[in-house]
């Protein structure tokens, strides 16, 4: 599956199958995170057949089930938001192209601290669930390009891709809080205000690169 092909396919999944994940999906998973670490300077984890994290009420609250295995996005404490919705964001799309549903998580798991290692000066910023879907995820309602972007009749075609495909991000709520604002090939991304805003910014940038194109601007 073609990554921009992951994008238009991704949609967020509470109930899996109560199934393990097969042994090389998860090494190929496992060395794509690591790869991500080695970028971005995160912590991220892969947390296998552990369900006490979802097993609490909010958890139940919102429909998960089976919800198991899940990656940890652990990292600095500060100033990190906005690379753990780019490179978290990495992995749910690099999950999907290796078959595996997910859904992002922020407030509604419990912690499991002897589940990951945490090194100090970092916390667990949120979740994201993976495993073989049980149901099919359905895609959410999106905002009109003109609410997200300044994108007119005259704006280049590969603007209009990168907004198409940051409006199929996920987003805290789906609030798609976020404006992209073209100018040349230079490109402004803001953040709303709202909770995770800064986490969904760095979510909705890499869709955004991968539907522009990364060779056709740049961001500010």
């Not at 490179?87 to 912690?111: I, N, R």
């Not at 404006?179 to 910014?201: I, N, R």
């Amino acid at each position: 599956m073609e990554i921009i092909d992951a994008i238009k396919e991704r949609h967020s999944v509470r109930q899996y199958l109560d199934k393990e994940i097969d042994g090389e999906v998860a090494e190929q998973l496992r060395d794509f995170i690591f790869a991500c670490n080695e970028e971005s300077g995160a912590h991220f984890q892969l947390i296998l057949q552990e369900p006490k994290a979802m097993n609490c009420m909010l958890a139940k609250y919102g429909s998960f089930k089976n919800a198991s295995n899940y990656i940890a996005l652990v990292a600095p404490k500060d100033g990190f938001e906005e690379k753990v919705g780019y490179f978290g964001e990495k992995c749910v799309l690099k999950a999907k192209q290796l078959g595996l549903e997910s859904c992002w998580v922020a407030g509604s798991y419990k912690k499991i601290p002897e589940a990951m290692a945490i090194d100090k000066g970092e916390k667990i910023h949120m979740i994201i669930t993976v495993g073989y879907g049980a149901v099919p995820g359905r895609p959410h309602k999106s905002k009109r390009f003109e609410s997200v972007s300044n994108l007119s009749d005259d704006s280049p075609e590969w603007f209009k891709r990168g907004v198409e495909a940051a409006l199929l991000a996920p987003t805290a709520i789906n609030q798609q809080k976020f404006y992209f604002e073209q100018k040349g090939d230079k490109v402004k991304a803001t953040a709303g205000f709202g909770p995770y805003s800064k986490t969904d910014l760095g979510i909705v940038k890499l869709h955004f690169e991968i539907g522009a194109g990364k060779e056709n601007f740049s961001f500010e």
